[in-house]
């Protein structure tokens, strides 16, 4: 063979991941300016200024050090719930469950740690059974799903979201009853961890170690997805489920796998709220970490990777939610309104891929 | 003794079961005539807050509830045919944008709905149909909201007009074979944003009712999950609006175990009863996913069962 023959068709697929990357960049990109032109219309047809807001955006979640802080706090859930929606993405499920595994992983390390730390076992012990507690169950809640929906054929949107119900139940059950702190009267919670066993910060910050776990798992899981044999069955299965059967794919394994993944994720996301945040297990877990999670993934194309940066600009609009609120006189459920614009229009331009010529690849002759 | 207790039980979750059950009617009947066109639309729980909400804001400023059942469902259209004609674009995910919906829905729910937290507004009167008799736990039970009576009034028209109607053909033909329906020169997206909307209208009355009837106040905790655990109602009622009613009525049983037991004195575990209409939904689900008869009366063109 010669140069020419071999150059050529390299140089084609590289104009043609080019054209396809801009297409997945331009496209959530733009769907985020119409989103906030809507939005803006909105504010303007309430009264509100819009340009007053966008930069209240601005200041809470990026303007101070304080606000970084904040957002980056934040920030920390929604991309371990961001990872729980993108990998059973990538093996075609809709799971929209990690509100619950989230949820029961917090409950979990929680309850574990009651025993653990009246016992006296040391924090270096306690906090890494806790982490792997909150993992376990988080991943077997929504590994269930994933069994439910390979074995029997059960829709695991629907599943996943009773599951989350069910969760929130079981959680209330044990804190309302017999894993209750007796001294918490208004809000019943699990008994204090205590501070020996608290998940402390990045040092120079007050930014709390799950945002370092998220963006190390973040990295761990594009390479599992997109470098090893595991993640190309999953992708396979997610892009023709006949065909990966047909291969002989593990496809029953390979399902059940990558939901129990999404699930410890979720769970470990649980973890570090109790562990870090609340220091005890109550109803602030349900914070809709999980829910937001699903647009962080949605925007992100299901990237692994690409859900850190979007998760964090998830964590800014939570994080100067409390400036809005007091400046502009808006009520918290302005940041839901807008994330429900997002979420919406960004589906919509899924209608656009493709449609563009600019992004779609140029072979000339030799078409691949 | 235990015999008192017993009947105070089903009493109450008689009385449960058709109070907590209208709201799951309405959003089933809404999914099972939008599935029956061939989509499905998650997004319904989103239609019942945001319907929950605009009927108490209507009601308290109008003083006519009624006026805000309508408004409730007039907010239902508007959200069911924003899903209806997102879905008609091609290579969008009928099941996403539901999540999409529910999420916007809801939002929008919250964001109007917080000066109507603390006032109170007229609510829809109950008919009492249990004067004649002695026990005041059955009257209490058999007093009856008019919108039951109209929830199952819509379910009898819906199982008429599917079977004998040229509407219901139209809708059928749609959800079972989109070529045959292209073949009869019927627009299918056309069928489908009008069924969408429509169920939308629906399930906007259902959020109506809890926030007018029972529990009949609102609050961002109004509706937990009612909105979606009514899709999978639709599957177990085998997209059949008869059998909806009963469907409707089992979940409302369900949810009224907890505050039955509460009433005659036990409340050990008043949280996970609370989750017996989850359990027994996820069990229906299990149950019925692969059964050949759900396989037979499934509309040919759902996502959900392809």
Redesign the interface.
Known sequence: MTAVTTDTPVRLTDSTKLRAWAEAVAIPVGALLVSALIFSLFLLLLGKSPVDYFQLLWRGGFGTSFSIQNTLQRAAPLILCGLAFAIPAQIGLTMIGAEGALVLGGFSAAAIAVPLVSGGVPSILTMPLMALAAMAVGGAWIGIVGWLRHARGVNETISSLLMTYIAIAIMNFFVEGALRDPGSANKPSTMPIGEDYMVGSIPGTDIHWGLAAGIVLAIALQVLMTRTTFGFGARVTGGNPRAALAQGLPVGTLVVACTAIAGACAGLAGYYEVAAIHGQANASLVAGYGFTGILVSFLARHNPVVVVPVAIMFGSIAASGGLIQRRMDMPDATALVLQGIIFVVLLTSETLYGRFAIFQPRTGTERT | MSDGILATILISMLGGAIRVSTPFMFVALGETLTEKSGRIN?GLEGNLVLGAMVAYAVSYHTGNPWLGVLAAGVSGVFLGS?HGL?CS?????D???G???M??????A??F??PYIQPSAPRLEALPLGGWSDNAGLRQALDINPLFFVGILVALVMWWAFANSRWGLIVRMTGDSEPAARAMGVQPYQVRIASTAIGGFLAGVGGAFLSLSYPGSWNEGLS??QG??A??LV?FARWNPLRCIVAALLFGAAGAIGPALQSVGIS?????F??AP??L??FI??AS??SSSSAREAPGELS?TK
């Open positions: 998650l924003m997102i674009l091609p290579r969008v995910n099941i996403a944008v999540i999409a919906m999420s916007f829905g809801t939002g929008v919250f964001f709905g917080k937990s999950g979606l655990m899709v999978a599957i050990q575990g008043y949280y996970f609370n989750a989850y359990i939904t996820l689900m299990i996913a692969r959900i």
